[in-house]
């Protein structure tokens, strides 16, 4: 079946930090790849997605490129800032049958710093 | 805001118990679906409905059962509540659930606490 690994954290950063956030999956056909981000207390909110291999996504300042040989989406900012601490997802989507569900890696918390 | 509601926002119940938490998607979008979010499982998808009908299944427990209204609101019925199904209760919608390339939109969780 579907699967994504995501380095776990916890990510602690300073402001104006470069950040990496490393994604890989397992998966047959073409999915989708997403980035989704919850803040304190929230629900998830859709970050980022790309949905065919070397297509970019980018939201915020965030980038991510689905890489199909590699079987990669990592997410990196150039720049964080302090109201960027949250726990990012890492997620995929089947490209057919019934692979209407998303599948979450298992979430990395990142802090920033002033 | 996604334009996803769910109610309650916090449940607090006994083991034994039946509780069922509500969710209303996005105006237009005929899929829902439910994910659980706890600590050792991470984010779980639960079930998924299309217009009214069951679309997909996933590790649903037989306790609970979910179901989507004519006006595509959806419930989902948790029952015979044990401690461990204290959890994140999420609901996503999305357009027509068909495309792997479609996003789906969150509401902000019920949390449920079992005691």
């Known amino acids: 079946g579907n699967s994504v690994t995501q380095m776990e954290g916890p990510v602690t950063l300073s402001e104006e930090a470069f950040l990496t956030i490393n994604c890989t999956y397992t998966?047959?056909?073409?999915?989708?790849l997403f980035w989704y981000v919850q803040y304190p207390g929230e629900g998830l909110q859709l970050l980022l997605k790309?949905?065919?291999?070397?297509d970019k996504g980018s939201n915020k300042g965030f980038e991510a490129t689905y890489r199909k040989e590699t079987t990669s989406f990592h997410l990196e900012k150039g720049s964080v800032q302090v109201s960027d601490s949250a726990v990012y997802f890492c997620?995929?989507?089947?490209?057919?049958?019934?692979?209407?569900?998303?599948?979450f890696g298992k979430g990395t918390l990142l802090t920033v710093n002033p | 805001d996604s334009g996803v509601t769910q109610t309650p926002k916090h449940l607090i119940t006994a083991t034994g118990q039946r509780v069922t938490l509500r969710c209303s998607p996005r105006?237009?979008?005929?899929?829902v679906y439910w994910y659980q979010q706890s600590l050792d499982q991470g984010l779980q998808f639960l079930i998924q409905?299309?217009?009214?009908?069951?679309?997909a299944k996933g590790n649903i427990l037989e306790r609970f059962s979910a179901q989507q209204f004519p006006d595509l609101h959806s419930e989902l019925n948790l029952s015979s509540l044990e401690l461990g199904d204290s959890a994140l209760y999420f609901c996503?919608?999305?357009?027509?659930?068909?495309?792997?390339?479609?996003?789906?939109?969150f509401g902000p969780g019920t949390r449920l606490l079992v005691l």
């Open positions: 996503a919608s999305s357009l027509g659930g068909t495309s792997g390339s479609e996003t789906q939109y």
């Open positions: 998966a047959t056909g073409y999915p989708s």
């Open positions: 790309a949905t065919k291999a070397d």
């Open positions: 997620a995929l989507r089947g490209s057919g049958g019934s692979n209407y569900k998303l599948t």
């Open positions: 105006s237009g979008d005929l899929s």
């Open positions: 409905y299309y217009n009214g009908e069951e679309r």
